[in-house]
T-cell receptor, first 114, second 113 residues
Framework: EPEVTQTPSHQVTQMGQEVILRCVPI?????FYWYRQILGQKVEFLVS????????KSEIFDDQFSVERPDGSNFTLKIRSTKLEDSAMYFC????????????FGQGTRLTVV | DQQVKQNSPSLSVQEGRISILNCDYT??????FLWYKKYPAEGPTFLIS?????DKNEDGRFTVFLNKSAKHLSLHIVPSQPGDSAVYFC????????????FGTGTLLAVQP
């Protein structure tokens, strides 16, 4: 069964450092997402990406965040200067269409900022 | 922002019995609802969905009911199995140009053998 894969599974970084979280969405999907879950809180939307551009972003997704699809398969989330409050599980998701279909999630990257 | 609410943080059920997980929403512009299951250290796994034009959708042991007038949906699992023990999230999608999912806070289901 096709799946969304994320690397690394766990990333520890110093405050102020840049991190790149990587995702390989399901190959025939057209819509890509990043969500995050801070420990004990709900899963929250960060950004959606379609046709090589951001289609929607949340208030969380400020100038420190960026997304990219550098080739035909990878989808990355970059945090330029990490803060302690960026510590969370980051989930990549993809959907075959933008609406009315299920989103398939990766297993997540646990980001710990120290 | 509590547009999607799961008021029960946890639920314990005996194996073989029915599990009923509830979700309330406040925005009448939601037109698609999904349930996800999540194990620790894993990503959410899709279970079942329902469009706002329906009031019931069934898939094997899982049935989702939608009551639009009450802005309430529920997930029924029959019969419950120990492997169903996980956190269950409901999620909703707004009508219109947006395609993000808005998640509830989750309910931890424990199925006792």
């Amino acid at each position: 069964e096709p799946e969304v894969t994320q690397t690394p599974s766990h990333q520890v970084t110093q405050m102020g450092q840049e991190v790149i979280l990587r995702c390989v969405p399901i190959s025939n999907h057209l819509y890509f997402y990043w969500y995050r879950q801070i420990l004990g809180q709900k899963v929250e939307f960060l950004v959606s990406f379609y046709n090589n551009e951001i289609s929607e972003k949340s208030e969380i997704f400020d100038d420190q965040f960026s997304v990219e699809r550098p080739d035909g398969s990878n989808f990355t989330l970059k945090i330029r200067s990490t803060k302690l409050e960026d510590s969370a599980m980051y989930f990549c998701a993809s959907r075959i269409t933008g609406r009315g279909t299920e989103a398939f999630f990766g297993q997540g990257t646990r980001l710990t900022v120290v | 922002d509590q547009q999607v609410k799961q008021n029960s943080p946890s639920l314990s059920v005996q194996e073989g019995r029915i599990s009923i997980l509830n979700c309330d929403y406040t925005n009448s512009m939601f037109d698609y609802f999904l349930w996800y299951k999540k194990y620790p250290a894993e990503g959410p796994t899709f279970l079942i969905s329902i469009s706002s034009i329906k009031d019931k959708n069934e898939d094997g042991r899982f049935t989702v009911f939608l009551n639009k007038s009450a802005k309430h949906l529920s997930l029924h699992i029959v019969p419950s199995q120990p492997g169903d023990s996980a956190v269950y999230f409901c999620a909703a999608e707004l009508r219109g140009a947006t395609n993000k999912l808005i998640f509830g806070t989750g309910t931890l289901l424990a199925v006792q053998p």
